[in-house]
Structures are given as C-alpha cells and as structure tokens.
C-alpha cells in the first residue's frame, strides 16, 4: 500500500519517542510532527536527519484503514486515546 494522499495520520496522531530535528524529546501523541507541511507531506522525507522510526513506519491496510478517517481512528485506538 502506498501512503494515502493528504493523510498524515502517522505524523500527527502517534507519539516518537526518539528526537526529531527541531523536536529533541521527540513527539507526543494527537501533536503534529513541525515537519509535516501545509500540504500534508513530510518536509524531510528524503533526508538522513528523518527519524528511523519514522523511516520504518510503512502504510498498511491494515493500520492506515480505507480513508483518512479510519487511519486516524486505528492509530488513536493503538496510542490508547
């Protein structure tokens, strides 16, 4: 599956525990990652400063559901809001 077009579910709703450029404590849960652009895209997506968590991180049906929606809800229901 390829990442759904304006979603941004995974850079806003989970928390990173390890640092991010700009955000060395890393992200908590429901807080938009500073990277994240107006046009809902990564802004360091291709840089080796990206977190390896967030490299590691592959949309999949199964945790990105059918819609914007439903990623936003799986991914809340598996941080435990």
């Known amino acids: ?3 759904r077009e304006k ?5 806003i709703v989970i928390s990173i525990s390890s640092p991010i450029p700009g955000m060395p404590n ?3 849960a429901g807080v938009r ?3 994240l ?3 809902i895209r990564c802004a360091i997506f ?3 400063d990206r977190p390896r968590v967030c ?5 999949e049906p199964l945790i990105c559901g059918n819609s914007t929606e439903e990623a936003f809800a799986i ?3 598996l941080e435990g809001n």
Do not use: V, Y
Not at 7 to 11: E, K, S, V
Not at 55 to 59: E, L, N, P, S, V
């Open 26 to 28: 890393g992200k908590p």
């Open 7 to 11: 979603c941004g579910a995974c850079c």
């Open 75 to 77: 991914l809340a229901e």
């Open 55 to 59: 490299d590691g991180f592959k949309a």
């Open 37 to 39: 652009t107006d046009d």
């Open 46 to 48: 291709n840089s080796p």
């Open 1 to 3: 599956m390829k990442c």
């Open 33 to 35: 990652c500073i990277h």
